[in-house]
């Protein structure tokens, strides 16, 4: 969520709202390309707002650590808002690849990642 500042005449108050729109907004931005993420316990969440695009010209993958989200939009194609681009975007390696999930829907890519299940196990080691 992002904050506004209250007393339009209190500039230190701006330092303390960068700092907070900063920790608390997943929202990023790389390039000309916005994209939210968040994660929990299970998995991994990437929203990306591609307008003008048609679902064909979006290719993802998945490897070694990032996730590539391209759009390579038609010769044809004069709209403003449809532009090429190839982002990687970092989320590690802890993941389970083969349930990547996508939808692209109303001009917004939704992916969930699923996260690989590590179970921690006590190991009791013996002192010599």
């Given at each position: ?21 900063i920790?608390?907004?997943p ?21 990306m707002?591609i ?14 650590g ?8 038609k ?7 449809n532009?090429k ?8 390696k ?10 692209f ?15 921690e196990?006590?190991?009791?080691i013996?002192?010599?």
């Open positions: 969520m992002i904050t506004i500042r209250k007393n339009p005449l209190n500039y230190f108050e701006d330092i303390d709202l960068i700092f907070d729109n920790l608390n907004n929202l990023k931005t790389k390039g000309a390309i916005n994209y939210y993420i968040k994660e929990d316990e299970k998995s991994i969440f990437l929203e707002a307008p003008g695009s048609n679902k064909k010209n979006i290719k993802l993958s998945y490897n070694n990032y996730i590539n989200i391209s759009n390579e939009p010769e044809n194609d004069n709209s403003v808002w532009k681009f190839n982002e990687y975007i970092n989320i590690g802890n993941i389970d690849s083969k349930k990547i999930n996508a939808k829907q109303n001009g917004i890519i939704y992916i969930t990642i699923p996260k690989k299940n590590y179970k196990t006590e190991t009791i013996n002192i010599n």
